[in-house]
């Protein structure tokens, strides 16, 4: 699991990579959708006759200890897998705004207990944080999405937190002041939009980073359990046949891999477009 | 280096010659075709606007053009050694050792973690002169030479520890440590305050007279009067005119080097047009002496430090402003002019002290109370970029503006007749309307912000370094604007500069301030020809002028 | 002398963030839902019920659950003073014991996935910055790439690929050299992709810097140049990273650990969250916080030797 630090730079992608990127994240979506409309075959289809194959014509991604056809079951994970990622996103930004903008705006006293209310947050490693809400909650998809959400939340609300202050210090804002615009104003129009705009962008990343980080979770038996189809608890599932069956393992990981990654380009993409509003 | 020339002497004066030098990036030629010569103990000077081809080509001569760029010439030729088909082995043989060159002042001139004494030293150990001891007294010497106090100290010391005119002469002292016979320096000058930047063309002056041959970049025709033996005007990438500085900048031929220094504001500008051909005097305008507009009483600023110690920024600075004046404030950095600027448009609280708007309080209203009084009051910043925000387009601008005013606009349709109307005042037009500041030209931007502060219809107007980032002729265009609206609109102007030549140029009345004091008020003919304040004196001398004319 | 009242002022406050943090692991063990006692009675019992108090009362006894909330925490603060950090209630065993042994083998794997991120993103970078449009192009990629790898996916590839199908590693290492090489490489190689993006746009940024004009019109080359100017000023954001990049290899050491089969903390976390175990959990989380904050106070530390700036009294 990799949890890039949000505050400084995102993953950078080649040019070509956006077109496969919008390719591979309208897939997901559509699977997460309408998971019928990509394929007819039932996730749960159990054929003893056919358990652990490997990748063939009929199975693209070969099939499990039960025989069900492990691309199915990716298909049909897509629904929870975004669900967890748009879901942890949510609950941080959330979170991040609302500690974030309090803190810059109100200054004094609030922001400095703000500020230290988050560099506790960040002496716990993200996964040891949103272990440690797993283990208070017990395991479940909402315990990850809420154990994902916080984890990621501390790291956002300080970032939200600099591009507000930043973006306080921009000209325009003491020319909207001198116009003669009320402080409410001036944060209405300007500071708040201006503070916001890249956010649209680190949230689709954080959207790519959530996905993997709940799947790690899964993938460690505390996240969603088994018989579900999520990508993170294929990969645990999988972990018991990894000597014989390596494309339990690999497979749903690559799928994983390139959805984060796609995600991630868009967001890189977004955020160049965006630009940043400060400086 | 042993450069045995077989042909016999030739032109033995010529120590640097350049003959139909092309630059171009990808297929954008930027410069096209010069031609110019070096001597030894002679100064040529290169000067032109932003966009000229001046840096490019100064950089060529070292072989640092840049990435992805192509470089002809029928001949690039030093002292014998043919630099048009040099090694990149080779070139690092004459950087530093046969060319010195010096870059614009800035915190990052020099290395920042590295200490100014190995910074000075670095081509001396680069072309393994002497030992790493003899090398460090080397250093603190040419530190000394460069007129650098406590050379010993500074050398110990970091970039960010010395002041702008120290760094300039680390650079000088650094170019010149292996006496190289040709220094090439681009805008040496040109982020250093007045005085500074005086004592920084004496040290390059004291080079040439060594027998060092000077290639000066700038942008600055006054700047380059002090020093130049030659100058070379480039436009677009081309040479317009050149000659002997005398005929140069008191008898130009070309119209653009005419119209150049026309645009530079100074004492004989007063009254007159900087941009076009007449330069008719015209009447001054009225200027009601009843009531002032606006008048500071005893303003003072502390500042406390990081460190806890206070700072006093501005100290006990009072002034009135009329009806339909202009008053100057003019100073180097740091003298608390943009500060006392703030306080008078009341976005920042003096720690003493309060300014009134027609006699009636203004700082020490409430925020509440002050902010119907805000229209009266309007403002233009040095730096147009950062003032707009980046998601409006123009029109948005000027109806939000115009929106704070006595008369905001009834309808979507007066606004945007209101608009165009401002925009056309400050000569632009319709077409501008949907256009994002961010992408107009630097003297475009200004003019929006000049619209966006005249909307509300203000009775004084607060500008802060208006022009400093404009180049002359824009900056001449921008300056004569303000002047007339002022006569069509009979607003007061506090006019915040570093330039005396703009202050000079726009002010009825002129306060010199200093660490945070006034140090000398009056009118612009007693400031600028009677000078009682040393420091005025000081400032006045060390102004670079075209010299008697 | 200021040097020494930052260091001194650096300290406290990371002392304090420990404290604060320790508040953390306690509040989180009340928050378990339902009664501590009673989901403790039906975890040591394997049972699911409600038990009477009478039952409950030697638990409630002997981990103090019925004393009121302000002495349990003075308590707990004042058993972490003396190294208590409590007692597992599936082990029934001290806390610190459980942990005692692991840390070791954990903290070696996380330091050498440092190291070998470190050599590996400089590597690459001074080869592959701005050396034209292949060898940059590949750099990148390479980057872009690694850095957005799960450390989970990377270390069942390298299991897979090293381990199962070419046999050159043990599958289930231990804490041998031979048998760390794979856990190590699974943490340093994403760490390696995300500090090669850091320092190379940091690097690429300081080429265009005039001081790196300045120094080339003395004469100096392009490699001179790179090693002796740029490579300093372009470490600097990664070093300050290299404290944050401690936290997602603690992360990812939990999650390499439980790959290959190795000995250390994460196992013990693993099954700790799963049998809810909140003792252990809060008592492995709050070390962990603690050891990163001060690995955080050391690289913040050390960055004032590599950055002189940051040693005179007022900021640049």
């Known amino acids: 699991m990799t949890t890039i630090p949000l505050t400084t730079r995102p993953i950078r992608l080649p040019r070509p990579g956006t077109v496969v990127s919008l390719l591979v994240t309208g897939f997901v979506v559509v699977a997460a959708l309408a998971p019928g409309l990509l394929t007819g075959d039932s996730p749960t289809a159990i054929d003893l006759t056919a358990t652990l194959q490997a990748p063939s014509w009929q199975h693209p991604f070969g099939t499990d200890d039960a025989g069900r056809d492990l691309l199915v079951r990716v298909i049909y994970g897509a629904r929870e897998s975004l669900g967890l990622g748009l879901g942890a996103t949510a609950l941080a930004f959330a979170f991040a705004i609302t500690l974030g903008f309090t803190a810059a705006l109100a200054g004094g006293v609030v922001d400095a207990a703000i500020t230290r209310v988050l560099e506790v947050a960040f002496a716990f490693p993200s996964l040891l944080l949103a272990l440690l809400v797993i283990a208070v909650r017990g395991p479940s998809l909402a315990t990850s999405i809420v154990a994902v959400g916080i984890g990621s939340a501390p790291g956002y609300a300080r970032m939200i937190r600099g591009q507000v202050l930043a973006v306080r210090q921009a000209g325009f804002i003491e020319a909207a002041t001198a116009l003669g615009h009320g402080r409410l104003t001036v944060i209405r129009r300007h500071l708040f939009p201006n503070a916001m705009r890249p956010l649209v962008a680190v949230a689709t990343l954080g959207v790519g980073q959530s996905i993997v980080w709940a799947s790690a979770l899964s993938f460690l038996g505390l996240g969603v359990a088994p018989p579900s189809s999520e990508w993170g608890a294929l990969l645990d599932a999988g972990r018991l046949h990894i000597t014989t069956s390596w494309w339990l393992e690999i497979l749903p990981g690559v799928v994983i891999v390139l959805v984060a990654l796609s995600v991630t380009s868009l967001g890189r993409t977004l955020q160049h477009r965006l630009g940043g509003a400060a400086r | ?549 | ?316």
């Open chain 2, 1 to 549: 280096m042993t450069t045995v020339d077989a042909r016999p002497l030739v032109k033995q004066a010529t120590l640097l010659r350049v003959e139909n030098l092309r630059v171009a990036f990808g297929g954008d030629e930027v410069v096209k075709g010069i031609s110019f010569t070096a001597r030894p103990g002679q100064c040529l000077a290169i000067v032109g606007e932003s966009g000229s081809g001046k840096s490019v080509t100064a950089r060529t001569l070292v072989g640092l053009t840049g990435a992805g760029s192509s470089v002809t010439a029928d001949r690039i030729d030093l002292a014998g050694t043919d630099l048009l088909h040099t090694s990149e082995r080779a070139w690092r043989a004459v950087r530093g050792r046969r060319v010195g060159f010096v870059l614009q002042d800035a915190l990052v001139s020099l290395d920042q973690l590295r200490r100014v004494g190995d910074e000075v030293s670095e081509p001396l150990r680069i072309h393994g002169w002497g030992g790493r001891a003899e090398r460090a007294d080397k250093a603190v010497e040419l530190l000394g030479s460069v007129g650098v106090p406590e050379p010993a100290v500074r050398a110990r010391q970091r970039p960010y520890e010395l002041s702008g005119g120290l760094r300039q002469r680390a650079l000088i002292a650094s170019a010149i440590a292996l006496d190289p016979p040709l220094l090439i320096a681009d805008e040496p000058t040109t982020a250093l305050d007045v005085t500074v930047q005086a004592q920084v063309l004496d040290l390059l002056a004291a080079s040439k007279a060594r027998g060092t041959s000077i290639i000066l970049i700038s942008h600055d025709l006054s700047v380059v009067a002090r020093l130049a033996d030659e100058v070379a005007v480039m436009r677009d990438g081309e040479i317009v005119e050149h000659g002997p500085a005398a005929q140069v900048l008191h008898e130009p031929r070309h119209d653009y080097t005419r119209m150049l220094l026309a645009a530079i504001p100074s004492e004989h500008t007063r009254g007159t047009r900087l941009s076009g051909p007449s330069t008719v005097e015209r009447p001054r305008r009225t200027i009601d002496r009843g009531r002032p507009v606006l008048e500071a009483r005893h303003l003072t600023k502390v500042f406390r430090g990081p460190d806890k110690v206070d700072r006093t920024v501005v100290d006990d600075v009072s002034f009135e402003l009329f009806g339909g004046e202009t008053l100057g404030i003019v100073g180097e950095s740091g003298s608390g002019k943009t500060t006392t600027a703030r306080i008078a448009l009341a976005l920042l609280a003096a720690t003493s002290g309060e300014v009134l708007l027609h006699g009636e309080p203004w700082s020490a209203l409430t925020t509440e109370r002050r902010r119907p009084l805000r229209r009266q009051v309007g403002v233009v910043y040095q730096d147009p970029h950062s003032s707009f925000d980046p998601r409006w387009s123009v029109g948005r601008i000027l109806t939000d503006a115009l929106g704070t005013g006595d008369r905001p606009p009834r309808s979507k349709a007066e606004a945007r007749e209101r608009a165009v109307r401002l925009l056309e005042q400050v000569g632009l037009g319709a077409t501008h309307l949907d256009a994002v500041p961010l992408r107009l030209s630097g003297g475009q931007r200004q003019r929006v912000a000049i619209a966006r502060a005249l909307a509300p219809e203000p009775k004084v107007v607060v500008c802060d370094e208006p022009v400093s980032a404009l180049d002359v002729s824009i900056q001449a265009q921008v300056l004569d604007l303000l002047t007339d609206l002022q006569h069509e609109l009979g607003v007061s102007y506090l006019f915040i500069s570093h330039d005396l030549g703009v202050i000079h140029h726009v002010s009825d009345r002129i306060l010199v301030m200093k660490d945070g004091r006034i140090v000398e008020h009056g009118t612009a003919a007693d400031v600028f020809e009677r000078p009682r304040h040393p420091y005025t004196r000081q400032l006045l001398t060390a102004v670079p002028r075209l010299g008697a004319s």
């Open chain 3, 1 to 316: 002398m200021s040097a020494v009242i930052r260091v001194v002022f650096k300290t406290v406050a990371s002392l304090a963030v420990i404290v604060a943090a320790a508040s953390v692991t306690f509040f989180a063990q009340l928050a378990v839902p339902g009664d501590r006692a009673n989901t403790l009675m039906n975890l040591q019992t394997g049972q699911d019920k409600q038990w009477t108090a009478a039952e409950l009362a030697p638990l409630n006894e002997r981990f103090g659950f019925d004393d009121p909330v302000v002495v349990q925490y003075l308590d707990y603060l004042n058993g972490l003073l003396h190294g208590d950090l409590g007692t597992s209630y599936t082990q029934k065993r001290p806390v610190l014991e459980i942990i005692g042994g692991q840390l070791l083998p954990s903290l070696t794997l996380t330091g050498a996935a440092l190291l070998v991120a470190w050599a590996l993103a400089l590597g690459i970078t001074l080869v592959t910055v701005k050396r034209g449009r292949f060898l940059t192009g590949l750099g990148t990629t390479w980057e872009a790439l690694t850095a957005s790898l799960p450390h989970y996916w990377v270390g069942v590839v390298l299991l897979v690929v090293f381990a199962v199908q070419l046999r050159a590693f043990p599958i289930i290492g231990g804490t041998s050299a031979w048998g760390s090489v794979l856990p190590v490489l699974t943490l340093a190689i994403p760490l390696a992709g995300f500090l090669g993006q850091v320092t190379r746009d940091e690097f690429e940024q300081v080429l265009r810097q005039p001081f790196v004009t300045t120094a080339r019109t003395r004469g100096m080359s392009d490699l001179g140049v790179r090693l002796r100017h740029v490579l300093r000023h372009a470490i600097l954001p990664a070093v300050t990273l290299s404290g944050w990049a401690l936290g997602a290899l603690v992360s990812g050491a939990v999650i390499a650990e439980n790959i290959f089969g190795r000995p250390g903390i994460g196992q013990v976390l693993v099954t700790a969250v799963n049998t809810r175990d909140l003792p252990t959990v809060s008592g492995i989380v709050l070390v962990v916080a603690a050891i990163y904050v001060i690995a955080n106070l050391l690289v913040d530390l050390a960055y004032a030797l590599i950055d002189p700036r940051l040693r005179t009294a007022v900021a640049p």
